[in-house]
């Protein structure tokens, strides 16, 4: 009935599909232990979005799955319930579902929610534990020191992954970051439940005139490299309307999508955004990849990052905008 894999990637949780089940780091292990999930062990099965972490004994339901990763929540007399109606409601905005069957799920499941640990708060202080990123890797990735430093981008030794900041838009304090993995290419949010959709990589740095909008923040550190400013990425291939709001005053964007030629989320966030800038009557334009043949704007010289941008084309040209 319901696309499981679906919402775990809109869950922002990364998984392994194994037959019908799906292994993955358990998404409420730090909030039920204190600690981080460091050994997968959480499973799913895919047809009927039952789960269960043999570490920390976190189960139940594909519905509970969703209010405990987006915080769909209630308070009834001191005891917090799950707020099904609301999980609903986020669930019929990814897919469609049948209401009867969905009605027939809810049924037997359990509305008390779990106790368990209460969350570490997070603060600056949660980033005194990562270092500068190697400079074999900054080479690697086209990247100066100065221009991660200037988007606060650091690097978890232990691991050998990007640690990518995320900030609160107004205030610019910290909501947690994004893990990128060098080793076995995955990421994942952290803290699970992070509001990314509700902010943008480098919104704090942003200054007036026109903005540049990436999907990776490793592409914004890329960009300024290469000597251009005013740069903010979306953190995935999907942009929400409340990130379109905080960059709607400016003078244009210029969007820098994965290559819509050969990526398909690229050209679907392109599209999503060309409707946003139509709906609030916004200047956009879409990054020109020419004849490169080149995914991203991390793959693409300094030079050809700035033919890019000077033959920027009209979203008003639709499909003509990708050429």
């Given at each position: 009935m319901l696309?499981?894999?679906?919402?775990?990637?809109?869950?922002?949780?990364?998984?392994?599909?194994?037959?019908?089940?799906?292994?993955?780091?358990?998404?409420?292990?730090?909030?039920?232990?204190?600690?981080?999930?460091n050994s997968p062990s959480w499973w799913i099965n895919l047809e009927t979005g039952?789960?269960?972490?043999?570490?920390?004994?976190?189960?139940?339901?594909?519905?509970?799955?969703?209010?405990?990763?987006?915080?769909?929540?209630l308070d009834t007399w001191g005891v917090k319930e799950y707020d099904y109606d609301a999980a609903k409601a986020w669930l019929s905005r990814i897919q469609d579902v049948n209401p009867d069957k969905l009605a027939m799920v809810l049924a037997n499941i359990p509305s008390r929610v779990e106790q368990h640990v209460a969350p570490v708060p997070m603060s600056e202080a949660r980033l005194a534990i990562f270092v500068e990123p190697p400079q074999e890797e900054l080479d690697a990735r086209k990247i100066s020191v100065a221009s991660a430093r200037h988007y606060g981008i650091v690097w978890d030794a232990r691991k050998s992954d990007w640690i990518l900041p995320v900030r609160e838009p107004n205030t610019g304090k910290l909501l947690g970051w994004q893990e990128k993995g060098t080793i076995n290419r995955t990421f994942r949010n952290y803290p699970t439940g992070i509001k990314i959709s509700s902010t943008l990589f480098g919104v704090n740095q942003l200054t007036d005139g026109i903005v540049i909008m990436v999907e990776s923040p490793l592409d914004c550190a890329r960009m300024r490299t290469a000597g251009v400013?005013?740069?903010?990425?979306?953190?995935?291939?999907?942009?929400?309307?409340?990130?379109?709001?905080?960059?709607?005053?400016?003078?244009?964007?210029?969007?820098?999508?994965?290559?819509?030629?050969?990526?398909?989320?690229?050209?679907?966030?392109?599209?999503?955004?060309?409707?946003?800038?139509?709906?609030?009557?916004?200047?956009?334009?879409?990054?020109?990849?020419?004849?490169t043949g080149k995914k991203d704007p991390g793959d693409l010289t300094d030079s050809e990052i700035g033919w890019g941008l000077s033959h920027a084309q009209s979203a008003l040209f639709g499909e003509k905008a990708y050429v």
């Open positions: 696309d499981v894999e679906n919402v775990l990637s809109e869950l922002s949780l990364p998984f392994d599909v194994r037959g019908n089940e799906a292994l993955a780091l358990c998404p409420m292990h730090r909030e039920r232990t204190g600690r981080e999930d039952a789960h269960m972490c043999f570490s920390c004994h976190y189960k139940g339901s594909i519905m509970q799955l969703i209010c405990d990763v987006e915080g769909f929540h400013n005013n740069v903010v990425a979306i953190c995935g291939s999907k942009i929400s309307e409340d990130q379109f709001k905080l960059v709607r005053s400016a003078d244009r964007i210029i969007a820098a999508f994965d290559n819509p030629k050969l990526d398909p989320a690229g050209k679907s966030a392109s599209d999503s955004l060309r409707k946003l800038a139509f709906k609030y009557g916004v200047n956009l334009l879409f990054f020109n990849y020419g004849e």
